[in-house]
């Protein structure tokens, strides 16, 4: 710097002349040109800086534009893939709980809650649906029998109960179930049917109250002295035929059975006190009964000198004729009933039996020669 009086150089921090003593007054060392130069130099300067302030703003602004639009546009995006997402987890729970409730199990452990309030429409639907599922279930096929069984179906309860035995032959329910269901029908033969399904000795005890044994002839080959006896069961009533007709309207057996010659087909049948009936028993009997033997007459001839009397062996059943004049005997004939006195004289005895049933026997005939 220079001093204005003088122009003498100042020294740094000095605030007088040290050549004139002036105070020392700060005067630039460049002219005025100069000084404009740096003024318009400074004030380009100032309008480049505004300038460039101003393009900075508005790129600014033009970026914060940009950067909403680019976050409203976005936004929808976002939005969207949120509630995709959204959707898809709603659609996987509901397919979850839809699988979850149209399962087999599920379907079962509603029908058992509704059996257990004996709400039995609503189980018998959820059953239905578990049997389509799952068509070999026991327990399942089992349930719903008693269901439709407790909604007096029983042509469903029986068709159920059915194919229960047919998908396992031993199910000890499905049998009683039957048993019941037949029995509350008074459908005994229905019951004995059934019966025949199975060889099983267990399940066959299901049916001790319903089944009656068929009754037994005692003897195949008919004695004459004994008869016929039938023997059955206890407690049950035996019925039987001797014409070949139905036994259920014959006559109740009591007492032994005795036969007419000829051929004789009979039948017998037993029944228990719920009127069950047994199978039927049927026999055919031959029978052709011998005729009496020729009878033994005592003394058997001779000569005699004195007088003496005959007689004649009457089987239990016979009965005897006589001629003394040697022809046969007839029904028109003497009947023997005791002794009798030989006659004098040569005479010929001659003597017949027939049975009850009018068999005759060959005739006995004894030569006897009195002479007193």
């Known amino acids: 710097m220079k001093c204005a009086k003088c122009g003498a150089e100042l020294k740094v921090g000095c605030i007088y002349c040290s050549v004139c003593g002036q105070e020392a007054q700060i005067v630039p060392d460049y002219n005025l040109l100069e000084d404009d130069l740096l003024k318009e130099l400074l004030n380009e300067e100032k309008k480049q800086n505004s300038a460039n302030q101003q393009k900075k703003s508005a790129d600014e602004k033009k970026n914060q534009v940009l950067h909403k639009k ?36 599920y379907q079962f452990q509603k029908a058992e809650e509704h059996v257990q309030y004996k709400e039995y429409a609503e189980a018998q639907k959820y059953l239905e649906r578990a049997v389509e599922l799952k068509s070999d279930s026991i327990e399942a096929l089992l349930l719903l029998g008693d269901v439709y069984h407790a909604e007096d179906e029983t042509d469903d309860a029986v068709g159920t109960f059915q194919k229960v035995i047919e998908l396992e032959p031993d199910n000890e329910k499905a049998y009683q179930s039957l048993i019941d269901i037949y029995a509350q029908l008074q459908d005994y033969d229905a019951i004995a049917k059934l019966s025949k399904q199975t060889k099983d000795s267990n399940i066959l005890d299901l049916f001790s109250d319903y089944l009656v044994t068929a ?31 139905d036994p259920k309207e014959g006559k109740k057996y009591e007492e032994p059975i005795f036969l007419e010659e000829g051929t004789t087909v009979i039948r017998a049948i037993s029944e228990n006190e719920l009127g069950i009936y047994s199978e039927e028993t049927k026999s055919t009997y031959k029978v052709e009964f011998e005729p009496p033997e020729a009878p033994k007459v005592t003394p058997d001839g001779g000569r005699i ?6 007689t004649v062996d ?34 010929i005895f001659s003597v017949i039996l027939v049975d009850k049933r009018d068999h005759w026997s060959d005739v006995t005939k004894c030569n006897f020669i009195y002479t007193p």
Do not use: F, R
């Not at 939005?79 to 199990?105: M, Q």
């Not at 000198?305 to 005959?310: E, G, S």
């Not at 239990?316 to 004289?345: F, H, M, Q, R």
């Open 70 to 105: 680019k976050k409203k546009s976005k936004a929808p995006i976002i939005a969207g893939a949120i509630g995709a997402i959204i959707v898809l987890i709603i659609l996987i729970v509901l397919l979850v709980k839809h699988n979850h409730n149209n399962s087999y199990d």
């Open 215 to 245: 009754p037994k002839i005692s003897e195949e080959d008919y004695d004459e002295e004994k008869g016929l006896e039938i023997t059955s069961q206890s407690g049950v009533t035996t019925y039987y035929t001797l014409d070949g007709s």
């Open 314 to 347: 009457v089987p239990e059943g016979c009965k005897a004729y006589y001629t003394w004049d040697g022809t046969d005997p007839t029904a028109n004939s003497e009947e023997y009933v005791g002794p009798l006195e030989i006659p004098e004289g040569n005479n």
């Open 305 to 310: 000198t004195v007088a003496q009397q005959i």
